[in-house]
């Protein structure tokens, strides 16, 4: 087997029976989708939806100086978090480039586990182990111990709740805690990328067909499917969710992203970019950089990342993620946009798709949010 073959995850023979379409997606053989792409998006919304997630990058951080080394690694004050929350954060370059965007779940007093994005999981392992040089703490790629499974949506609670001795109802948003699902030994965490309500599961690679099975036969009766990557991208562009490659990369701060509240410079100790960071701090304050705004079409043409945005015949921006939303039944996009032209509401603005400009609305981030 060459070193470029995809990955399978645990549960890659499972898809295959239930007709996925197949995608490589950062090495790993990924499904796309089942069906039709609509279907699973609006299942999320209204009902439920069955992911696989296991191509993340989950990365243990542990020993004595854990909270320390994570302080200095990351931008967000990790040495706060409770044990059993977690915190989305940010790892970034001495620059104040962003290398990626991670959740880090808090698991007992000296245990963290980071969660990056499967493209860039190799990176925050290298730079994690750099930067716990001089720390007592470790660094393990946990990257094959884990499947991870998420079931999103509405009715994700009751359903999970058939399957596992977990008290569902006490584990609060950003949670997450041991328990069982389906009688084997799980992380259970209420997060998610979908901006539903939902839950993530990382079990071991060799228990996943057993918990998506059970979750599968427990969801039934309320309508819960199968889900692919295509539908959890048009999921997190509708609640206004960053994805890393598209909103965030190396060339932009959390600032330029308007993201800067999760960088934390009051904690206490030196951490990776502060300097650069305290810089575009100061920046962004006195001259706002392009802010990421929210698009909608008047028309029916689908913008893409990469497409100019334009407004009195001149370039003012550039989208990052658009696709058509099944939720408002128009194409959307996000877009970093000059600040003069990012006010909701802003007129005159449009998007060059080939060479035509198509009108667009300028609104608030996210296009969705879920009632509580």
Known sequence: MSSNAPRHTALDALHRSLGATMTDFAGWDMPLRYGSERDEHLAVRTRAGLFDLSHMGEIAVTGPQAAALL???????IASVGVGRARYTMICRADGGILDDLIVYRLAETEYMVVANASNAQ??????TERAAGFDAEVRDDRDAYALIAVQGPESPGIL???????LDGLKY?????????????????????GEDGFELFVAPGDAEKVWQALTEAGAPAGLVPCGLSCRDTLRLEAGMPLYGHELSTSLTPFDAGLGRVVKFEKDGDFVG????RAAADR???QPPRVLVGLVAEGRRVPRAGYPVVADGRVIGEVTSGAPSPTLGRPVAMAYVDAAHAAPGSTGVGVDIRGSHEPYEV?????????K
């Open 274 to 277: 502060r300097e650069a960071l």
């Open 174 to 194: 950003y949670a997450g805690l041991p328990g069982t699902v389906a009688g084997v030994p799980a992380l259970i965490a209420r997060t998610g990328y979908t």
């Open 284 to 286: 962004a304050a006195e």
């Open 71 to 77: 302080n200095f690694a990351l931008v967000g004050n």
């Open 123 to 128: 990176v925050v392992l290298d730079a994690l």
């Open 161 to 167: 709740a058939a399957v596992t001795d977990a008290d």
């Open 363 to 371: 609104v608030a981030l996210p296009f969705y949010k879920r009632q």
